[in-house]
């Protein structure tokens, strides 16, 4: 079992520009989450998916989109990036609808210039 | 809303010493209280986790307890190792959204050999 896998893990956008985070996972979890981690602040939640075919916004959803593309895979959508969105990203996932450990992946960081 | 907060941001210790991080909570309808691990340039990993049914829980060297009434809990980690130098956080869900996790700051936990 790979657990939770993140790609890219490295890049770097110039403001404006468009890319998306993939994340899969192969432990057959229902729910999936993409939070953002910055110094000093932890973890922030900006969306997640409680089963397939839902999406809702966390703490920070703003500049974001999301899409949960089957049971697997929950990518995060940046469709004109800007400096403010430099920052560490995270995909996990749980079991059952909250109250179970979160699975991570190694994360994607991000720079945009 | 929820709020968690986290104390020390950081944390030396003298290897064999005992380390003790605590976080504070404000939702009292949050039931499941989970400390994650995150190495450098990896994802936070589940290092123990509590329920609001139990005061406290232990497994080997750590031991995390829960006290309801002044909403806090604790991670308490005993004959340190420089292994243990990481950075630990400490999280609970929204009593009405499970899966809205909140996480405290962090700590950055260093075990001086």
């Known amino acids: 079992n790979a657990g939770v896998t993140q790609t890219p893990k490295f890049q770097v956008l110039k403001t404006g520009q468009s890319m998306t985070l993939q994340c899969a996972q192969d432990?057959?979890?229902?729910?999936m989450y993409w939070y953002r981690q910055d110094p000093g602040m932890g973890l922030r939640l900006i969306y997640y998916?409680?089963?397939?075919?839902?999406?809702d916004k966390g703490e920070v959803p703003n500049g974001y989109n999301v899409s949960r593309l089957n049971k697997r895979e929950f990518s995060l959508r940046l469709e004109s990036a800007a400096p403010s969105q430099t920052s560490v990203y995270f995909c996990?996932?749980?079991?059952?609808?909250?109250?179970?450990?979160?699975?991570f992946g190694n994360g994607t960081r991000l720079t945009v210039t | 809303g929820e709020n968690v907060e986290q104390h020390p941001s950081t944390l030396s210790v003298q290897e064999g010493d005992s380390a003790v991080i605590k976080c504070t909570y404000s939702?009292?309808?949050?039931?499941?209280f989970p400390w994650y691990k995150q190495e450098l340039g990896k994802g936070p990993q589940l290092i123990i986790d509590?329920?609001?049914?139990?005061g406290e829980k232990k497994d080997q060297r750590i031991a995390v307890t829960l006290n309801k009434t002044a909403k806090h809990f604790s991670l308490h980690i005993t004959e340190t190792q420089p292994e243990d130098s990481a950075v630990y956080f400490c999280?609970?869900?929204?009593?009405?959204?499970?899966?809205?996790?909140?996480f405290g700051s962090g700590t950055k936990l260093n075990v001086k050999p």
């Open positions: 996990a996932s749980n079991g059952q609808l909250g109250n179970s450990p979160l699975h």
């Open positions: 432990m057959n979890h229902n729910s």
């Open positions: 999280a609970a869900p929204r009593g009405d959204n499970f899966n809205k996790f909140y």
């Open positions: 939702d009292s309808a949050s039931n499941y």
């Open positions: 998916s409680a089963s397939e075919g839902t999406t």
């Open positions: 509590i329920r609001s049914n139990v």
